[in-house]
């Protein structure tokens, strides 16, 4: 009997043992292994039979589709309309960030608002334009930098103003979006040789980096987004003429 209580213990204290040896790999730092990335292919998406498709590869618009106009219409696939906002027309890029969109337009003649339109999709059936940013520079035509930065709820910009690669337009712009419908300017600043063109936060938001065929330059956001606007920095990073 004695021997058979000592053989319980026994095992007890083996299986107790493990659990802590294996807490303690993990208590040592050991990493899982890194996530393999997928290679295979990707199914093919069952649309709806009212849906409008390319007649090519799926999400490939074909040179016919293209050439004919048929492209214009637009392509869908699992995707309904449920509300549009009808503006004055658009320029290259569009950011979101919650229930707002932003996206630039040119500042043609005919133009009534200015600068980049904010739309408030609150009520998605029926989105409304909630203010026009044209109190920068950079905001009267964002071309390709128009960009958000989720984390430090940011709007930016740089360049080019109403005329392209106009050599005055050196100056980067950024907006808190707290409250994503009515943005508040934060700061404006030139950086010299700069003649804005694109850009983009890096991920962590506190640095956006503004890029032209001759220039590559940046602009750093402080820590603090409210105090951006008295205290800002720029560096000019690198130069690359671009090739032949």
């Known amino acids: 009997m004695r021997a058979k209580q000592l053989r ?3 095992i007890a204290v083996v299986a107790l043992v493990l659990p802590l040896l294996a807490f303690s790999g993990v208590a040592e730092g050991k990493k899982p ?3 393999v ?3 295979g292919p990707v199914p093919k998406a069952h649309c709806g039979p009212n849906d409008r498709v390319e007649s090519g ?3 490939q618009t074909t040179l016919a589709e293209r050439l004919s106009g048929d492209s214009e219409r637009g392509y869908n696939c699992n995707l309904q309309l449920v509300g549009q906002f009808q503006g004055e027309g658009s320029w290259w890029q569009m950011a979101w960030f ?4 932003y996206y630039g337009t040119t500042g043609g003649p005919e133009q009534q608002h200015l600068g980049v339109v904010v739309v408030d999709a609150t009520d998605p059936r029926n989105p409304q334009a909630s203010t026009y940013l044209d109190n920068s520079r950079p905001m009267l035509n964002p071309h390709e930098s128009l960009k958000v930065n989720t984390r430090r709820r940011l709007l930016g910009a740089t360049g080019k103003g109403p005329d392209y690669l106009d050599p005055n337009a050196r100056q980067f712009a950024f907006y808190d979006i707290s409250d994503c419908a009515h943005p508040k300017l934060l700061s404006e600043v030139e950086v010299p040789e700069l003649v804005g063109h694109a850009g983009d936060f890096t991920r962590d938001g506190r640095t956006y980096y503004g890029t032209t065929a001759a220039t590559f330059s940046s602009a750093a956001p402080t820590r ?3 105090s951006s606007a008295r205290s800002f920095g720029t560096t000019a990073v690198s130069r690359s003429k671009p090739s032949p």
């Open 8 to 10: 319980y213990r026994t």
């Open 33 to 35: 292994p890194p996530p």
């Open 37 to 39: 990335p997928w290679t």
């Open 57 to 59: 590869l799926q999400g």
């Open 98 to 101: 919650r229930q707002c969109a």
């Open 224 to 226: 603090s987004p409210e």
